[in-house]
């Protein structure tokens, strides 16, 4: 005799719980509402762990549909990664001269594209400021390593006022 380990019963939603469904927006306030039940009746139907499984599929479809629209309007558009990111990173370039000097545009390209190679850049203010009251010789560093020289020694791990190297 063979034993085979026990089917798990898919257990179907209610009429009651199919409706709560549809009817779910975020909120059981609303729920109770629209379908006519008292808040605490919705909080016990979408306490149930199969309303809880519907709920999810039903949003992970949701997002799948708005993924797919979006591919699909981007193909339209000819709008790719590559040509996404390429105008961004123009927007990020752009001379603070030909935006009126200003940096909104710049400092927001450069956001999106950190973000989306996953380093999270905040830039407070505005950026300029850094340089204007550093001398030539700290700006010139700056652009050539990236951080200023006083910088340097902390990223060579040098502490204090004794420069002893750790």
């Known amino acids: 005799m063979c ?3 026990p089917k798990e019963k898919r257990k179907l939603l209610t009429e009651e719980e199919l409706n709560f ?8 306030r609303d ?3 629209v379908l006519k039940i008292s808040a605490p009746m919705a909080q016990k139907i979408y306490s149930r762990k199969q309303v809880q499984e519907a709920l ?3 949003q992970d479809l949701i997002i799948a549909m708005s993924a797919r629209r979006e591919q699909t309007n981007a193909k339209k558009l000819g709008i790719t990664r590559d ?5 961004l990173w123009e927007i990020a370039n752009t001379p603070m001269e030909l935006t009126n000097n200003t940096f909104g545009a710049q400092k927001g390209a450069c956001e999106v594209l950190g973000r989306w190679i996953g380093c999270d850049l905040k830039v407070v203010g505005d950026p300029a400021e850094l340089f204007r009251e550093r001398s030539l010789e700290d700006n010139l560093f ?3 390593h990236g ?3 006083e910088d340097a020694a902390k990223r060579r791990g040098v502490t204090g006022g004794n420069s002893q190297v750790n």
């Not at 040509?83 to 105008?87: D, E, G, I, Q, T």
Request: net charge positive; hydrophobic share 45%; glycine share 4%.
């Open 83 to 87: 040509s996404l990111m390429a105008k």
């Open 142 to 144: 700056f652009a050539q």
């Open 31 to 33: 729920v109770a509402r």
């Open 56 to 58: 999810a599929k039903r």
């Open 147 to 149: 951080y200023f020289p």
């Open 3 to 5: 034993m085979s380990a």
């Open 21 to 28: 469904v549809q009817a779910y927006r975020g909120n059981t």
